[in-house]
Structures are given as C-alpha cells and as structure tokens.
C-alpha cells in the first residue's frame, strides 16, 4: 500500500461543488483506505495499492461519472509532500502568500515557465522536482503575471495550485 494525496483542481469553485463527506465515499467504494479530506478544495489523502498511472485515470473517471465534471487531478506520494513544501525557496512573510503548482507533466511546468518575464519585486517563481514554486503580495494571488499564465486553459489538465499552510494540513 502507497499513502497517496490527490489535489483536485477547480473544486468547490466555478458551480463545481463537492461536499468533502461524499469525496471520501467515493475513495472508499474505489477500494482506498485510511482516507480522509482536508479543507473543502479538494485534498483526500489515502492509501491504495494500486499503482500510479491506473490510480490517477480511475480517480478521475470515478469523479467524471459520479460529480459531472471535467475532472483532474495530480496525484503526489504523501511520503515526498514534507520535503517539497520544506523546499520552498523564497522567504516567508506576513504580507505575501507562498504557493507550490503540482504538475502531472513536467514538459507543461517547462511550458509554464518559458519565457516568463516577472517583476521579482512582485512575484517569484522557481521550478522544483514536479512543482513551481511561487511567492506573491497577499490578495494579488489571481492577478499577477505569473498567475495569469497558470489559470490558461493548457495548463487546466496538469496542474493545480495549492497554498502551502494547506500542504502542511496534508502532512
């Protein structure tokens, strides 16, 4: 058995409302274990020991068919969560929000980044194993350069963005 975290993206937002009661039921009628759902946006953690390319394509078919949406998700070992989140690597402070963007595909996270041109006295970004990391002033966290770039529609299937105060509540 693999401890797992699936990050759903785009739920309990835009008309897509998924009670957390009814996300841990269907992982549990899927066969997972030990599951449990944090916060209302889409984060369960279980353990299942099926493996990674057929869990991920099972979880979202099972939410297409039970939910009626266009789901996705990116699937991170709960085991590497605690050094991605350690690794952040831009300073902490009370006026900013610290972000990791998982990605399913890294070719998409290259693609995020390329050419990317930012004022560094705004937001910061770097690539991680998997991940982008991303600083940004409190209450701009939909408006930025870098921010815009990662709602676009290409990137809806690979990634999904998460604060890192709800990461160390997946821990």
Request: with cysteine.
């Amino acid at each position: 058995m693999t401890r797992w975290i699936a990050l759903l993206r785009g739920v309990n937002v835009n008309g897509i409302t998924i009670r957390s009661a009814d996300l841990r039921t269907l992982f549990e009628e899927r066969g997972h274990t030990d599951v449990r759902t944090v916060l209302a946006s889409g984060n369960v953690v279980f353990s299942s020991a099926m493996p990674a390319p057929e869990l991920k394509a099972d979880v979202e078919q099972a939410l297409r068919d039970r939910f009626g949406y266009d789901a996705w998700i990116v699937l991170v070992p709960h085991d590497a969560l605690a050094a991605l989140v350690d690794a952040f690597p831009f300073e902490s402070s009370a006026d900013r929000h610290d972000y990791v963007l998982f990605g399913s595909d890294d070719a998409a996270l290259d693609d995020l980044l390329a050419d990317l041109v930012l004022d560094e006295t705004v937001e910061r970004v770097a690539r991680g194993d998997g991940v982008v990391y991303w600083s940004c002033p409190k209450g701009s966290s939909t408006d930025t350069v870098f921010a815009k770039r990662a709602g676009a529609a290409r990137f809806k299937r690979t990634t999904t963005t998460r604060n890192t105060n709800t990461l160390r509540k997946l821990l």
